[in-house]
Every structure is written in structure tokens, then in C-alpha cells.
T-cell receptor, first 114, second 111 residues
């Protein structure tokens, strides 16, 4: 069974640029959630995708957008990068149909905005 | 809006000691409560998940409890080892299955 994978591992961008982060779900999972974790803080929920549709969104501006593909992999896009966007971005997959709802996290993408 | 608090923010104990990490949440309409471990600069590893209908879960030296009426969960670690050093995060899940995290407890187990 393949776990959750994310790419790239690290990324450096400058303010105002755009970035795309990618996530491959664990096999058999149809739900992907994205989180932002600033240094020393717990992860903050960005949004969730279930069967290619957005299924909930946290308190993040519209310049944070996402996609989920038919194979349930996902992308997080951030436009007009700001310095405060520097963080570890985590994706998590789960089987929405199961009551256990355990979310399995990937290793994260470290984004640095200069 | 669910808010999750973890106390203490940091904890240092000698090897072999039993310890308890605390987590409190404001909304008792919680779907489940999950404990994670995070090593520096890494992703999250799920340790235990407690469904809202359950009171506790055990895995090896770890035991997690959930008291919805008081809005509290605890993670008990028995016979701590240096390899247990990490940040421990608790997270509550509502019906939307999005997780609300605390800021974590950074645990250091001294040899």
C-alpha cells in the first residue's frame, strides 16, 4: 500500500509569484485535505476535496485554490505569494465512506517566500 | 467554532517516566479526536483515533482517553524513551471531517 506523497519537498519563491504543490493520496482514498503549518503552530485547515468537489474551506483567501483529479490526486495553488505564506504545507487523505475517518498525512512541502 | 488547546507547550522528562499530555476542546459535538506525532520538519504520524462513542484507545505504550462532557482528552505514555521525543498534536474532527489542531506539546525524553 502506497502512502501519501507530496512534491516538491522544498520550494523557494519570491513575493508576488505563484506556486503549485502536489499530493498523491493513499491508495483507495477519495478525500484530500490541505493544511498550512506555520513554524511553532498546529496545522490550519485550508480546504478539503471529496470526489473532485470542494467539500469545505477554512479561513483562507481566494488566492488559495485547489483541484482534485479523477485519480484522487490533488493540487494546491497559491497566487500572489506573500511573506506570511512561508510554511509547511501538508496534505492528508482519508476514506470518506468509513466511520474511522483516520487522516493520513504526507511528509509536507516546505515553502519559503522571500 | 472549535478551539483546541494543549498544555503544556513543552515538557522534559527523564527516560522511563510515565507522562500525560493534555488536550482540551471547546465544542463537545466532536466527531472524533486524533493524536499525532510530528518529528522536526516532518509530516504527521497518526498515533490514536478515538471515536465520539468511545472513551479510550490503546496502542502499545500509548493510551488516549476522551471525555466529551468536560471537553478533554489525554495521551498517556508509559515508560518513556528518548525515541519518544517529538511534538505531539491533538486534533478534533467535526462532521465535515476537517481537523482542528492544537499547537502541540514538544516532548523531550532525556537519556
Amino acid at each position: 500500500e502506497t502512502g501519501v506523497t507530496q512534491s516538491p519537498t522544498h520550494l523557494i519563491k519570491t513575493r508576488g509569484q505563484q506556486v503549485t504543490l502536489r499530493c498523491s493520496s493513499q491508495s483507495g482514498h477519495n478525500t484530500v485535505s490541505w493544511y498550512q503549518q506555520a513554524l511553532g503552530q498546529g496545522p490550519q485547515f485550508i480546504f478539503q476535496y471529496y470526489r473532485e468537489e470542494e467539500n469545505g474551506r477554512g479561513n483562507f483567501p481566494p488566492r488559495f485554490s485547489g483541484l482534485q483529479f479523477p485519480n484522487y490526486s490533488s493540487e494546491l495553488n497559491v497566487n500572489a505569494l506573500e511573506l506570511d505564506d512561508s510554511a509547511l504545507y501538508l496534505c492528508a487523505s482519508s476514506q470518506a465512506a468509513l466511520s474511522t475517518d483516520t487522516q493520513y498525512f504526507g511528509p509536507g512541502t516546505r515553502l519559503t517566500v522571500l | 467554532k472549535q478551539e483546541v488547546t494543549q498544555i503544556p507547550a513543552a515538557l522534559s522528562v527523564p527516560e522511563g517516566e510515565n507522562l500525560v499530555l493534555n488536550c482540551s476542546f471547546t465544542d463537545s459535538a466532536i466527531y472524533n479526536l486524533q493524536w499525532f506525532r510530528q518529528d522536526p520538519g516532518k509530516g504527521l504520524t497518526s498515533l490514536l483515533l478515538i471515536q465520539s462513542s468511545q472513551r479510550e484507545q490503546t496502542s502499545g505504550r500509548l493510551n488516549a482517553s476522551l471525555d466529551k462532557s468536560s471537553g478533554r482528552s489525554t495521551l498517556y505514555i508509559a515508560a518513556s524513551q528518548p525515541g519518544d521525543s517529538a511534538t505531539y498534536l491533538c486534533a478534533g474532527s467535526g462532521s465535515a471531517r476537517q481537523l482542528t489542531f492544537g499547537s502541540g506539546t514538544q516532548l523531550t525524553v532525556l537519556p
